[in-house]
Each structure stands twice: as structure tokens, then as C-alpha cells.
């Protein structure tokens, strides 16, 4: 089975860095699968951030491209998300997934980290 | 980018009922649709990917149709653990987009 966490700090301060993992058991970052990121602000819906691909390849969301960066180290078997410069407007569930099953849909999710930004 | 406008954006019904869930599609997205399940507190669930076709372990009750502009996901008759928010997905054109979902409440 498939299994995702994310790991971060909770709290961020305005103007600071978000900085997400997502560790990957069950499954390897070699395999042919996009590993995604989406957020949900609290209350509101589904956002898809970017995701990286096993080769390297990523897709950013044109509305966070200048702040964001999604990488992966394949031998912890986990991959990251960094996004500079938040505001209050990034304050979400955060959450990633696995792109696996047919046109590379969201077929295993991790269980989401809230993170706050406020000073 | 493209749109996905859901509706409605509250469905009041009863166990056992027929839920009909609309997904609108600014553009075509081809078959490129999926839609998900999501309870309070959890994670979205994939229950129905390329417009038609169930994931693993999804309850046969659940099924999905259209194409290009117009999807549809039904729930045939709706258990007590089905009310919850679905949201649908495309994965046509870059940046994939969600829907703003569909709340199945308990009438």
C-alpha cells in the first residue's frame, strides 16, 4: 500500500519561506508517477500547486510560479515543496498526492498539514 | 486555464436516493476528468478517473459519464457514509484545475 506524510512547520511568518516534505513509502520516486502538491485553504477548495515528475520534469502553477520550487531526492524516496514570500493568502491544508492511476489522477494522498501564516 | 463550475453547490437528499453531480468544463478536456470524494478533516478519495472509470475499491453504485464539456458523476443510492463533498479534476491542458465541489448533505 501506498503511503504519503507530510512534515513541516505549522506556523510561517509573513514574507517568510513555506517548506513542505512528503515522504514515500510503498512506492518508489523512480516509478513512472507525478507526485503532486494541492492545498485547500480552510473552508474553501482544492488548489493544484505543482508537481514533479520521476525524471525531474515539473509543472508550477502559473499564479505561485515566481515563488515556488518542487524537488525530489529519490534516494530518501521523498520530494518537497518551497514557497517563498507568503502572505496570509497562502494559509492552507496542504497536501500531497501520488498521480498514478490512468491519466495520472490523485490515486494515494497524504493526510494534509495546516499551515498558518501570521506573525 | 480552464473552469469547472459545479452544480449545484448543495444537493439535500435522502439515503437511498439518486445523487446526479454536474462538471462543466470551460473548454473541452477531452475524457481527462476525475472526480473525488471528500469527508471533513480527510483527504480527497478518487472514486471515478478518465470520466468513467471507478478506482480501485469504489462501490459499483458510484459511476461517471460525459466527455469534452459536460460530465456527470451518480450515485445511485446514496448510503449514510456517501454524504460529502466531491469535487471533479481535469488533466487536459496545464495548469490542472478543480471544480469548486458539490456538498451531498443529509436532508
Known amino acids: 500500500q501506498v503511503h504519503l506524510q507530510e512534515s513541516g512547520p505549522g506556523l510561517v511568518k509573513p514574507s517568510g519561506t513555506l517548506s513542505l516534505t512528503c515522504a514515500v513509502s510503498g512506492d518508489s520516486l523512480t516509478s513512472t ?22 525524471i525531474g520534469s515539473t509543472h508550477y502553477n502559473p499564479s505561485l510560479i515566481s515563488r515556488l520550487t518542487i524537488s525530489m531526492d529519490k534516494s530518501r524516496n521523498h520530494f518537497s515543496l518551497e514557497l517563498t514570500s507568503v502572505t496570509a493568502a497562502d494559509t492552507a491544508v496542504y497536501f500531497c498526492a501520488r498521480g498514478g492511476t490512468g491519466s495520472y489522477f490523485l490515486d494515494f494522498w497524504g493526510q494534509g498539514t495546516l499551515v498558518t501564516v501570521s506573525s | 486555464e480552464i473552469v469547472l463550475t459545479q452544480s449545484p453547490a448543495t444537493l439535500s437528499l435522502s439515503p437511498g436516493e439518486r445523487a446526479t453531480l454536474s462538471c462543466r468544463a470551460s473548454q473541452s478536456v477531452r475524457s481527462y476528468l476525475a ?27 458510484f459511476s461517471g459519464s460525459g ?18 463533498v466531491y469535487h471533479c479534476q481535469h488533466r487536459s491542458h496545464w495548469p490542472w484545475t478543480f471544480g469548486q465541489g458539490t456538498k451531498v448533505e443529509i436532508k
Open chain 2, 67 to 84: 466527455s469534452e464539456t459536460d460530465f456527470t458523476l451518480t450515485i445511485s443510492s446514496l448510503e449514510p457514509e456517501d454524504f460529502a
Open chain 2, 35 to 61: 472526480w473525488y470524494q471528500q469527508k471533513p478533516g480527510q483527504a480527497p478519495r478518487l472514486l471515478i478517473y478518465d470520466a468513467s472509470k471507478r478506482a480501485t475499491g469504489i462501490p459499483a453504485r
Open chain 1, 33 to 54: 508517477n507525478w507526485w503532486s502538491w494541492v492545498r485547500q485553504p480552510p473552508g474553501k477548495g482544492l488548489e493544484y500547486i505543482g508537481e514533479i515528475y520521476h
